[in-house]
């Protein structure tokens, strides 16, 4: 197997169908087709948010069709020419559809609120807009872990009661009150390993894959959780969302903005004619190419001081990189990128930088004065 080239081949395709998608949407605008097809519609129905929903509905079916061979390719061929999927052909069909279901059920109402802002608030459409998405990202934080994950997962209590024992521990080091520690059935779709922790309030949870809990020890698990929770304890999360607010509400503003100004290239008379919408995706795409890399920078900041975090609070350093070698061959990930491949798509440091930062941290002698938990077995610098 090789890593690299499979990298290179799902970021090249990554690339390519991002730029297709983004060519394709334009000629759509420019050629007259989006004008045509709000025409088509409108002799179905007089209903402008069923006519908006049949629109995107379309638009995102032909998507699918085109993009069918290309996601076939990525998600199912090659994952198995690697060995990495444990899906037949339609057991893949199956999970998509759901995850179209899923998509649907809440995408559409999303669709619905923007487009009645847009009639309600005029220019300031982005405003009211921004706050509700706001509101559905915090329901959605609440409800993923416990209503949605289910749906693709069989999630169970972990039964190991030692490791448990040493997660709840660590959970409790970084202040986080977990109601119970997870396994998920991920090797049912991939031979890949990993874990969350996810939600927040009352559904806050540990998950760990199955793929990790058979194939890793103790102490290596104990690294990768103590990892997760360096994320609560160095309060990234909050930090996520208050910069993930201020990004989506200056974004939505620019997006808006830039909307307006282009309506006219295209002789479009208004901002709520529904021809004139798919502008909005094409000025989300090009707006996205300069965000990404800075959202990576700091996530992959975060990453950093999270690996410090497990470590101090596991005083385990050579488990923990030893669970990251593993989990970079596993999952096939590139050990060393091209730095202008990871500064701009990684939002996690290549393996190579995470074990040069993690070797540079100095843990302080160990006393007997620490008190360490018998059933753990620290280990000195």
Same mark, same amino acid.
């Given at each position: #197997?090789?890593?690299?080239?499979?990298?290179?081949?799902?970021?090249?395709?990554?690339?390519?169908?991002?730029?297709?998608?983004?060519?394709?949407?334009?000629?759509?605008?420019?050629?007259?087709?989006?004008?045509?097809?709000?025409?088509?519609?409108?002799?179905?129905?007089?209903?402008?948010?069923?006519?908006?929903? #049949?629109?995107? #509905?379309?638009?995102?079916?032909?998507?699918?069709?085109?993009?069918?061979?290309?996601?076939?390719?990525?998600?199912?061929?090659?994952?198995?020419?690697?060995?990495?999927?444990?899906?037949?052909?339609?057991?893949?069909?199956?999970?998509?559809?759901?995850?179209?279901?899923?998509?649907?059920?809440?995408?559409?109402?999303?669709?619905?609120?923007?487009?009645?802002?847009?009639?309600?608030?005029?220019? #300031?459409?982005?405003?009211?807009?921004?706050?509700?998405?706001?509101?559905?990202?915090?329901?959605?934080?609440?409800?993923?872990?416990?209503?949605?994950?289910?749906?693709?997962?069989?999630?169970?209590?972990?039964?190991?009661?030692?490791?448990?024992?040493?997660?709840?521990?660590?959970?409790?080091?970084?202040?986080?009150?977990?109601?119970?520690?997870?396994?998920?059935?991920?090797?049912?779709?991939?031979?890949?390993?990993?874990?969350?922790?996810?939600?927040?309030?009352?559904?806050?949870?540990?998950?760990?894959? %199955?793929?990790?809990? %058979?194939?890793?020890?103790?102490?290596?698990?104990?690294?990768?959780?103590?990892?997760?929770?360096?994320?609560?304890?160095? !309060?990234?999360?909050?930090?996520?969302?208050?910069?993930?607010?201020?990004?989506?509400?200056?974004?939505?503003?620019?997006?808006?903005?830039?909307?307006?100004?282009?309506?006219?290239?295209?002789?479009?008379?208004?901002?709520?004619?529904?021809?004139?919408?798919?502008?909005?995706?094409?000025?989300?795409?090009?707006?996205?190419?300069?965000?990404?890399?800075?959202?990576?920078?700091?996530?992959? !900041?975060?990453?950093?001081?999270?690996?410090?975090?497990?470590?101090?609070?596991?005083?385990?350093?050579?488990?923990?990189?030893?669970?990251?070698?593993?989990?970079?061959?596993?999952?096939?990930?590139?050990?060393?990128?091209?730095?202008?491949?990871?500064?701009?798509?990684?939002?996690?440091?290549?393996?190579?930088?995470?074990?040069?930062?993690?070797?540079?941290?100095?843990?302080?002698?160990?006393?007997?004065?620490?008190?360490?938990? %018998?059933?753990?077995?620290?280990?000195?610098?």
């Amino acid at each position: #197997m090789n890593p690299k080239k499979y990298n290179n081949l799902k970021l090249a395709i990554g690339i390519s169908k991002g730029i297709s998608s983004f060519i394709l949407l334009f000629l759509f605008v420019a050629s007259g087709y989006s004008l045509a097809l709000q025409y088509y519609l409108a002799a179905y129905t007089n209903n402008s948010y069923l006519m908006f929903i #049949m629109f995107f #509905m379309t638009i995102g079916f032909a998507g699918g069709v085109v993009y069918f061979p290309v996601n076939y390719y990525t998600e199912f061929y090659l994952e198995h020419k690697y060995n990495l999927s444990n899906q037949t052909f339609w057991k893949w069909i199956w999970e998509d559809l759901k995850g179209v279901l899923v998509s649907l059920l809440i995408g559409v109402p999303v669709l619905l609120i923007f487009f009645f802002s847009l009639n309600k608030y005029g220019n #300031m459409w982005w405003l009211p807009f921004a706050i509700i998405l706001f509101l559905i990202s915090v329901i959605l934080a609440r409800v993923v872990p416990v209503i949605i994950l289910p749906l693709f997962y069989k999630i169970t209590p972990l039964e190991d009661e030692s490791l448990k024992s040493k997660i709840n521990k660590l959970a409790v080091e970084a202040g986080i009150k977990v109601e119970n520690v997870y396994k998920f059935n991920m090797s049912k779709n991939t031979k890949k390993a990993n874990a969350a922790f996810t939600g927040i309030g009352k559904s806050k949870r540990i998950l760990l894959g %199955d793929t990790l809990v %058979d194939n890793y020890s103790q102490d290596e698990i104990e690294t990768v959780i103590a990892h997760e929770l360096g994320h609560y304890k160095k !309060k990234h999360i909050i930090k996520n969302i208050f910069i993930g607010t201020c990004s989506s509400f200056f974004m939505l503003f620019l997006i808006a903005y830039l909307y307006d100004v282009s309506l006219g290239w295209f002789n479009f008379k208004s901002i709520v004619q529904i021809a004139a919408l798919p502008l909005l995706s094409l000025w989300a795409m090009f707006v996205g190419v300069f965000l990404t890399p800075l959202t990576n920078i700091l996530s992959r !900041k975060f990453e950093y001081e999270a690996d410090e975090y497990a470590i101090r609070s596991t005083r385990k350093k050579e488990a923990f990189i030893a669970t990251l070698e593993k989990l970079t061959d596993q999952n096939l990930g590139d050990r060393e990128p091209h730095p202008l491949v990871e500064w701009f798509f990684y939002s996690h440091p290549s393996i190579k930088n995470r074990i040069s930062a993690i070797n540079k941290i100095i843990l302080p002698a160990f006393t007997p004065s620490d008190k360490p938990d %018998d059933n753990l077995n620290y280990e000195g610098n």
